[in-house]
């Protein structure tokens, strides 16, 4: 699980050999510890559109040294490119001309972020020219960042201010040592919803989160990320990996429990358990996942079958569970998302872009990422009124929430380090930055998804992959 070359090359000498081989020269990524500056450097803001002045505001309010000019002798950590006023491919060209004037000036782990307004919520040619535009650029760039920089996109939707809380969640998620793995992606603001933690550092204090799957790997790093976020934690597993969950959850002050989540009653035992243990539940994490690889003309009935079972038809089925209880309540008690309910799956770029003996799991993950695009719809996630028990939208069973998938890339786990080593070593390059993601990583998207800073954006896909080469 140790990536001994990304270490090498990190060292004097190892950096030397590298770059006179031309071999690659995969960068020490800056990750989040508590306390560090939000960012490191000043942040310029490009673009004369609202989000612009909206975006400056912003940073200002979270102590930022904030830009508005490039400046030849400027270091920046971040910058900011605003395009949500294009209204045709030539009105690209001030903005990006300005930001690639400024890319030998950006600092180690450096964030480039673009904002722009949805391609789907316009129909007018020009317009919908021009903001896929973005989307194409912002890919571009994140190939050519150095250093361990990354560059993604904040989307807006057509009557979302990037002053709401959502945007605000996203824009700091983005420009956030969280996001360390996250390049060439795309984060969806589309609705207004979203509510700004009352502490940055705490955004899920007071909640109480499941994580399936949280005996080890990236499980066990969700729980670890949820709690030091302030979520107190029911951690789930299968009984064989009793002792591996009860050695998670200890640390982290939460509570075990032991089952199948094909188990057609996991559901309701999950609910029970909050109820009587927590009194509550407001974020679930589908997390448990296995793979069983064979090339489609060797796949069996049992290899297919227990994969779709685990991967993807039990949570459909305690997500049937969770948002009916989420409207009606637990013995009459709002147990279920009292301020809100936050779901995130775990999908994998296996889905998006296939793999070789993958049929079954790509077909669970493709499955997970529409599963959440339709579930989205039958949430609302406009933050619950002040005064309701909030559970559900009032008069509706409709219940007030998010929901949202996360596809990691290649993450350095147990299950990568059994890969042949040559494969393993290609497997790992073959992204923007040039080295595995670590569990972590997944962890912090998952932990910003599941935020009420993250409530404008539902039904959607984000991944965690370096920009991997490997799909869309
Ligand atoms: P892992 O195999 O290390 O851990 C999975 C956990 O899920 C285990 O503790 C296992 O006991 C538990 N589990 C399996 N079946 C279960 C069931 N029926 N009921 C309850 N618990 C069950 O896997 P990981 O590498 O940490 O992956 C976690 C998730 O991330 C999975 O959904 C996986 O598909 C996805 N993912 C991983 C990678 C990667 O590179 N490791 C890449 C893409 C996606």
Known sequence: MTDTY??????????????????????????????????????????????????????????????RQPGDDDLYGAVIACYDGVGTPADLS??????????????????????????????????????????????????????????NGLVLGENTALSVPGAAGALRFLLSAKSAFVSGQFIPVITDGGTVPQDW???LAGKVAVVTGAARGIGAAIAATLHRDGATIVGVDVPAAGEALAGVVNSLSGTALQLDI?????????????????GRLDVVVHNAGITRDRKLANMDASRWDSVIAVNIEAQLAMNRTFLAAAGQGVDGQAVVGRDGLHIASLASTSGIAGNTGQTNYAASKAGVMGMVAATAGLMDPSAP??????????????PHGTINAVAPGFIETEMTAKMPRATREVARRLNSLQQGGLPVDVAEAVAFLVSDAAGGTTGSTLRVCGQGMMGA
């Open 385 to 398: 009124a002040g005064g309701s028990d909030g559970s559900s939208v009032e008069g509706t069973s409709t």
């Open 201 to 203: 550092d705490q955004p």
């Open 94 to 151: 001030a903005t990006t001309v300005a930001l690639g004037s400024v890319q030998r000036q950006l600092g180690p782990s450096a964030r480039v972020i673009t904002v722009f307004r949805d391609p789907s919520g316009t129909a007018e040619p020009a317009v919908r020219a021009a903001r896929r535009g973005v989307e194409g650029l912002t890919r571009s760039l994140a190939h050519e960042m150095r250093r361990g920089g990354t560059a």
């Open 262 to 278: 094909t188990a057609p009653s996991a559901g309701e035992t999950i609910l029970r358990h909050c109820a009587e243990r927590h």
């Open 6 to 67: 990304t270490a090498l090359v990190n060292q004097p000498m190892g950096r030397k050999i590298a770059r006179a081989l031309g071999l690659p020269q995969p960068a020490a990524l800056r990750r989040y510890e508590p306390g560090q500056n939000l960012v490191d450097g000043s942040v310029l803001v490009l673009g004369d559109g609202p989000a612009a002045e909206e975006s400056a505001e912003m940073l200002l309010g979270w102590g930022l040294e904030v830009r």
